[in-house]
């Protein structure tokens, strides 16, 4: 596993896990988990699909238990931290009481949590205050997904869980989602969200986990993540005939495109590259008598970094 984060922090961590293994049947879900989240951290969790990501929320949450080790949620179990109001969380699915409205459904919440903001607050900040008296099973599945976050967000809770909380959100209400949870973050809040939209975990985040096959394969920020992938991109254009071949022989080159630009009249090539050494790379490029046009090199976005840290696994197990 790639561990980086190394700050050492004094206070007792929000969520502990301590080999924490599920199994459903034959399929290690969650395989030996340990992690601690910290006051104050907001935390993404990425991996590929069934990589245990949910599995690992609702182990939190302590919708299933664990077949081995121990979740701790602010020193206490998962049951005892959110019978105190501790814990907001936000989940993929699960019904909504379809025959009550909106408007009660957060009333309701708010009456469950120990520490409980006023339900206008709470209904403006999900932005469903408009479709407040709108029975809950005629919404659509951006409105289901902004009720869940109004569920989330009843009360003062210290730690928000969120599992791919902006699907089906549309841009403006994704951006009105992400700014309210900067604001709860600022205001000491641990938030841990799983996501598939790596752009979100790296634009929100400042601590990135990524699990595969319910074990953590990366834990740092998500320039850590980026660098620690180990490789590079390298985009240029070339003008004219291209031995495409030779390209694809140039050293430590982990994937290679090359696709047609130019005219007609004067046709080329715009190639890009993710290297594991981009300096030799380069170096190999230009002992080939080319002339690279546009050179960039570059570093992974993280959505390159997740991809490859995961392929780099798959391949090793296989
Ligand atoms: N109730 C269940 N019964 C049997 N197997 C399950 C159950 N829930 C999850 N699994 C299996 O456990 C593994 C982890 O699933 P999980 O839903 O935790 O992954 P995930 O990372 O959340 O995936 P996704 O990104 O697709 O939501 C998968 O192989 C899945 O098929």
């Not at 814990?87 to 019904?95: D, R, Y």
């Not at 919440?109 to 120990?114: E, I, R, T, V, Y």
């Not at 549309?170 to 598939?196: I, N, P, Y």
């Amino acid at each position: 596993m790639v561990r980086m984060t190394t700050t050492a922090k004094a206070t007792s961590p929000v969520v502990g896990f301590d080999q924490v293994t599920k199994r459903y049947g034959d399929v290690r879900a969650v395989d030996g988990l340990t992690l601690a989240l910290h006051p104050g951290e907001t935390v993404a969790l990425l991996g590929p699909n069934g990589a245990g990501k949910s599995t690992a929320l609702d182990l939190l949450l302590g919708l299933r238990p664990a077949d081995s080790g121990t979740v701790r949620v602010f020193g206490t179990s998962p049951r005892e931290a959110i019978v105190g109001g501790r814990v907001g969380a936000m989940l993929q699915s699960g019904g909504l009481m379809d025959e009550v409205t909106v408007g009660e459904l957060v009333r309701l919440a708010c009456a469950l949590h120990p520490r409980p903001f006023p339900v206008r607050d709470v209904l403006a900040r999900a932005g469903i205050a408009q479709i407040a008296d709108r029975k809950v099973n005629k919404l659509s599945g951006g409105q289901s997904q902004r009720v869940r976050f109004a569920l989330a967000t009843a009360g003062d809770s210290d730690l928000i869980v969120l599992d791919e909380p902006t699907t089906g959100m549309d841009v403006s209400a994704r951006q009105a989602f992400w700014a309210t949870m900067r604001e709860q973050a600022e205001q000491g809040r641990t938030v841990l969200f799983a996501t598939h939209y790596l752009e979100e975990a790296d634009a929100i985040a400042d601590r990135v986990l990524v699990l595969h096959r319910g074990r953590l394969l990366a834990d740092g920020t998500a320039a850590e993540i980026k660098a620690k992938a180990g490789a590079r991109r390298i985009a240029f254009d070339v003008e004219g005939a291209v031995d495409e071949d030779r390209l694809r022989e140039l050293p430590f080159l982990t994937t290679i495109t090359i696709s047609r630009n130019g005219s007609a009249e004067a046709p080329g090539r715009a190639v890009r590259i993710q290297s594991t050494d981009a300096d030799a790379t380069v170096h190999a490029l230009y002992g080939l008598g080319l002339y690279p046009r546009n050179l960039e090199v570059a570093g992974l976005g993280l959505e390159q970094a997740f991809v490859a840290i995961t392929a780099a696994e798959e391949a090793k197990q296989s």
